[in-house]
């Protein structure tokens, strides 16, 4: 039996974003789509910082994004793809503005070259971007209750350094830092230190203080996941994939220059037994 034939949004997360469309597999299939749309979006804005040669432009992108939002909460549409797809997510799932508005104003902060100044805005960038995201997936999930937006909060921030922490590698190379300021002068490491891409005692001690945060976050979700609705789960398995990353980072030793231990390699058989028993 031929596979079935993907959507142009499904493609597009499944070839830029495959840990969040593995999560997919496992929500009600009348709500996926409209998750793919909310996934491609996070693709678009968060790329912006690479598709663009001046921080003037990645502005007028970010301002493209809103724009298109406005656009669609004043029931108008455009010609694209992935702005198509959000306004049938918005219409089908009543989906609030502000989550769309914050996640784009988070983004700012990709135009600047960094570091950011401690572990709490390190937390608040993951909020404002990652947990956002995760809130809307809720939403379209029917969890919107007290709960489920902390759980949005401790899953996505969790989730988000430890995408920080993967992509260490790729902004050094960029000459992009995320990691705090403060831990940076704690351990006595410049900016040069950072991007020339060479493990150091220093390094790993600030990944495996960044670690211990996304590890206590993901505890946190964990005590509180019969609070969620079991068709609302699927969105929080990036607790399971962050994880098994994190484990992988401590078995590296916690050596950011290590690609190994952030190659995407979903574990489907414990993603699956996880999504039949406790939903993540």
């Known amino acids: ?166 992509a260490v590698p790729f902004h050094a190379r960029e000459r992009r830092i995320y990691l705090p300021a403060d831990l940076l002068a704690e351990y006595h490491l410049t900016f040069e230190d950072v991007v020339a891409r060479k493990p150091s005692q220093g390094l790993a001690r600030i990944a495996e203080t960044i670690a211990d945060r996304a590890w206590h976050h993901f505890a946190e979700a964990r005590m509180m996941q019969n609070d969620l609705p079991r068709r609302a789960r699927s969105a929080l398995l990036i607790v399971q994939l962050g994880e098994t990353y994190l484990a992988r980072l401590r078995a590296a030793r916690f050596d950011l220059t290590d690609l190994h231990w952030s190659a995407v390699r979903p574990p489907m058989l414990k993603l699956a037994f996880r999504s039949l028993t406790s939903g993540y």
Not at 8 to 18: M, T
Not at 68 to 94: C, F, M, N, S, W
């Open 1 to 166: 039996m031929a596979a079935p034939e993907l959507s142009p949004l499904a493609v597009e997360v499944h070839r830029h974003d495959r840990d969040r469309f593995v999560t997919t597999l496992f929500a009600p299939t009348e709500c996926r789509e409209a998750l793919l749309a909310l996934y491609a979006f996070n693709l678009e804005v968060a790329r912006t910082r690479e598709s663009v040669s001046e921080i003037l432009l990645g502005e007028i992108r970010l301002q493209w994004w809103r724009d298109a939002i406005d656009k669609l909460y004043r029931g108008e549409d455009l010609a694209h793809p992935v702005v198509q797809g959000l306004g049938a997510a918005i219409r089908t799932h009543t989906l609030t503005r502000e989550p769309f508005d914050r996640l784009i104003d988070a983004r700012t902060a990709d135009l600047s070259d960094g570091p950011l100044e401690s572990l709490a805005g390190l937390e608040s960038y993951a909020e404002g971007t990652s947990a956002t995201l995760v809130s809307l997936a809720l939403a379209t999930l029917d969890g919107r209750d007290e709960a489920a937006a902390r759980l949005s909060q401790l899953a996505g921030i969790g989730w988000g350094l430890v995408g920080l922490l993967r």
